[in-house]
């Protein structure tokens, strides 16, 4: 905005003799009632519908919207200036030069008229002086006045008319207002009588999750006065009973590793034997092709009794070519005893647990 525009439109206004206070100020913010008050006094003498509408007096937004809408179309219509509304709405200093397109051809036209009227008032007065008061001329002219005045009399009936018939057709229908403000209200008291209901639903739960609680605390309070008391007359062989079971798991962990010796030392056991029968086998072989036995020699056997089995050994007893001979028979001996001890003494110490177990 120019201080040129804002006297341009200063002057206009004067020259419409509307009187509005406008300066510098006025416009640097907002100030939509100036503007609509610019607007309405401009198109009022243009259109009677700008002085039916808000003007000044609009407040929201859509009033101030509808306002602007109704003031361009009246504008547009009648002057043909086309107004850009989103500036007027803004209501700054846009919205000058906006006015001032609207305005300047105000100003000229009424300047015009006003030189017209004039130039039409002497040549009235001339006419007048020169008629009579009841001459034809002077009844002819008040005559076409008055018809004048019944037309537009008449159009302004009519359109008041239409303005009256469209405002009823736009007012709402009452009774389907109320029924449904009726439906509306029954709703709401059908939906606050189930609110209440739930509400109530929900303190009796509360009240039993309470209780509930309640009895839940006293069984946890018992339980827990049960386990001291039992903790407190523990039997004095329960500590025995732990500490046999005890020695029973680590006797039977020991039973299962002298198992798994037992089957180690069985292996090699046959491993040895399977060396000795084929030493024997050799030597017998031998002495078919190079001689006969020793009149000394004899064989001897020798019985293994392993666990679940039963196995001869044949070895020499004097005078054997096989030296291994001696070593798997004494081998087998000490087996054989270690396994019968070993089975004898595990089997012994499982019934004394056993009995101890039971005696207790």
């Known amino acids: 905005m120019s201080s040129q525009q804002l006297a341009d439109l200063a002057t206009a206004l004067s020259s419409l003799q509307i009187p509005l206070h406008i300066s510098v100020e006025s416009f640097k913010h907002s100030n939509f009632p100036l503007v609509a008050a610019c607007l309405h006094k401009l198109l009022q003498g243009v259109d009677a519908l700008v002085g039916q509408g808000y003007g000044p007096a609009a407040s929201t937004p859509a009033e101030r919207c509808a306002y602007l809408q109704l003031a361009g179309k009246v504008a547009a219509r009648h002057t043909g200036v086309n107004l850009d509304l989103k500036c007027l709405y803004l209501a700054q200093a846009q919205a000058v030069g906006e006015l001032l397109k609207l305005a300047a051809p105000l100003a000229a036209a009424a300047a015009g008229v006003a030189d017209e009227a004039s130039v039409c008032h002497a040549a009235q007065t001339s006419v007048n002086t020169a008629a009579s008061f009841g001459g034809a001329a002077f009844t002819a002219q008040q005559a076409a006045e008055a018809a004048k005045r019944i037309v537009d009399a008449c159009s302004t009936d009519i359109l008041h008319r239409q303005e009256i018939r469209d405002a009823l057709q736009a007012c709402p229908d ?161 087996v054989t005893a270690g396994v019968l001890h070993g089975h004898a003494s595990s089997r012994q110490r499982h019934v004394a647990a056993t009995q101890g177990a039971l005696n207790l």
């Not at 207002?177 to 739930?198: D, E, H, K, R, W």
């Not at 039993?208 to 039992?230: G, I, N, Y």
């Not at 020798?302 to 050994?313: D, F, N």
């Open 174 to 334: 009452v009774p389907a207002a109320q029924q449904q403000v009726q439906q509306a209200l029954m709703q709401g008291t059908q939906q606050m009588s189930a609110t209440q209901q739930c509400l109530v639903d929900l303190h009796s739960q509360q009240r039993s999750l309470e209780a509930k609680a309640q009895r839940l605390r006293a069984e946890a309070v018992r339980t827990d006065k049960s386990c001291a008391a039992l903790r407190s007359v523990r039997p004095p062989h329960l500590d025995q009973l732990q500490g046999l079971q005890q020695r029973m798991a680590q006797q039977f962990r020991l039973y299962l590793q002298r198992q798994r010796n037992i089957e180690h030392l069985e292996l090699a056991i046959h491993h040895l034997r399977q060396a000795a029968q084929q030493g024997a086998r050799r030597e017998q072989h031998a002495s078919g092709l190079g001689g006969s036995m020793m009149p000394g020699d004899a064989w001897s056997f020798a019985e293994v009794k392993g666990p679940g089995h039963i196995t001869k050994v044949a070895g020499f007893r004097k005078g054997s070519l096989d030296p291994l001979g001696p070593q798997v028979a004494k081998m087998e001996g000490n």
